[in-house]
């Protein structure tokens, strides 16, 4: 047997033992608790997978073509970006809801203040400089479309997690993110098994998402409370938390459950660069760990016996 399928099968007896012990102590946990008994899934022999967050942006400026491209140097599979919408409908990969941070849209259009990502045409923000902020090596570098960026990961042979930023502040991105992924070729009955995911903060978000398109397995982003993990299990098939929030009892309670997809909850946790860290949440768990620095955790994650997945 493989050392990390013992080391999780470890973790999940302790973690298990402590859901026992908390159901006896409170029948208001006891209905979350009871199904992880029974469970022997959080003995899977799947790989942790390591997801470069909005690329590899510790080394390169995120949610660029340059920072996926860079994940791609490091041997990365798996890339997470942000998607928002321009002013004039196009779907853009960009983390803040503001332009301020991460391109010079303070130089260029001083007169726009707060710089919203909604407040700009497409024909704006492809003028604007997306990599001088994290360094002149990568100045010129540009928001790119989604469009744009899924031909990329397309190129590179990435799978992609892909967050819908903020839907509140877009009312139907979620049918027009569809739309791009399809042209893309993204929902092919093997893209959506193997390479993408679609998460979201917003659980209403991603519940339109598996209505419109049942089969794309989805992430809701946060920490629901133990006793309200089936009613996210209902529409997402992953809950990807914040590290720390996390617990080995969190992760076995996550794993009791099964997905819409009639597969085992899975957990992907961030942000974390830390190895130390990520081999101990690997431990107590995690499926995926998302990282700005993909290189270090990845190389962590298989010293510490916890593989790589496999293509
Ligand atoms: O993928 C998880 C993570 O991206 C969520 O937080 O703020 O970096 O989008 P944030
Ligand atoms: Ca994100």
């Given amino acids: 047997m493989p050392s990390r399928t013992l080391t999780r099968a470890s973790g999940a007896l302790t973690a298990l033992a402590g859901l026992v012990l908390t159901a006896a102590a409170t029948s208001a946990t006891a209905t979350a608790a009871e199904p992880a008994a029974d469970s022997t899934s959080a003995t899977t022999a799947a790989p942790i997978v390591t997801v470069a967050h909005r690329g590899a942006s510790a080394y390169a400026p995120e949610n660029t073509l340059a920072a996926i491209d860079t994940a791609r140097e490091m041997g990365i599979d798996w890339v997470e970006n942000d998607v ?83 839907p509140e502040l877009y009312p139907g991105i979620e049918e027009e993110i569809l739309t791009e992924l399809r042209k893309s070729g993204w929902l092919s009955r093997a893209a959506v098994k193997n390479k993408l995911v679609v998460q979201s903060f917003g659980a209403d978000s991603i519940k339109t998402v598996h209505e419109l398109r049942p089969d794309v397995k989805t992430g809701f ?91």
């Fill in 84 to 166: 928002q919408r321009s002013k004039d409908g196009e779907l853009v990969i960009m983390h803040d809801d503001t332009l301020t941070r991460t391109t010079n849209v303070e130089e260029v259009f001083p007169d726009r203040a707060p710089w919203k990502v909604s407040d700009f045409t497409w024909k704006e923000i492809r003028t604007l400089d997306a990599g001088s902020w994290k360094g002149e090596e990568w100045a010129g570098a540009r928001v790119p479309t989604l469009d744009q960026y899924m031909k990329r990961v397309t190129q590179n042979r990435q799978k992609l997690v892909l967050e819908i930023k903020k």
């Fill in 221 to 311: 982003l946060g920490t629901p409370a133990v006793a309200d993990l089936p009613d996210y299990a209902a529409f997402s098939d992953q809950i990807n938390s914040n590290h720390g929030t996390m617990s080995a009892e969190y992760y076995a309670a996550v794993h009791a459950l099964e997905g819409p997809h009639g597969k085992q909850l899975e957990s992907y946790t961030w942000t974390v660069d830390d190895p130390a860290r990520a081999v101990e949440l690997a431990e107590w768990g995690a499926d995926g760990i998302i990282t700005n620095k993909p290189d270090l955790i990845s190389e962590a994650l298989e010293d510490a016996g916890f593989g790589v997945a496999a293509e």
